[in-house]
């Protein structure tokens, strides 16, 4: 059901592919997805894992030396540790309801951030960008 790869992370032998059913939403769709863990030649212990959805906003500040900003809209975070053991695979579902989050403005795109937080304070992330219909 999740076939489209949306982002993938390599952390020393740790793979971590983040899945949709698709990446064009309409604002009444949950956008539903899960995580995919798959060991490497040695254990390692995922501290946590943040989902977050991103929202582009145009920065009004003169002063700012950016032009947007990232607003979160919604964040899904898995805080117990566990551990991916060698050659395993585990997976984690989620599920973002847009239309219980709040817009800053009408964007056509969202984006979907992936951070993991490895033991020995390792860390990744990668974001991929979600389309919205209206």
Do not use: W
């Amino acid at each position: 059901m999740f076939e489209k790869l949306l982002t993938s992370i390599g952390i020393g032998n740790l793979t971590i592919d983040t899945r949709l059913e698709k990446t064009t939403f309409n604002e009444e769709e949950p956008i539903k997805g899960k995580v995919i863990f798959k060991g490497g030649s040695c254990d390692l212990k995922v501290e946590y894992i943040k989902l977050s959805l991103i929202e582009r906003v145009n920065n009004q500040d003169e002063d700012s030396d950016f032009s947007e900003f990232d607003h979160i809209l919604h964040e899904h975070k898995i805080k117990k540790a566990f551990l991916i053991k060698k050659k395993d695979r585990q997976e984690y579902e989620f599920e973002f309801k847009l239309e219980h989050i709040e817009f800053k403005g009408e964007p056509d795109e969202i984006f979907l951030k992936t951070h993991v937080h490895i033991d020995q304070s390792m860390g990744a992330d990668d974001e991929e960008r979600l389309v919205i219909q209206r």
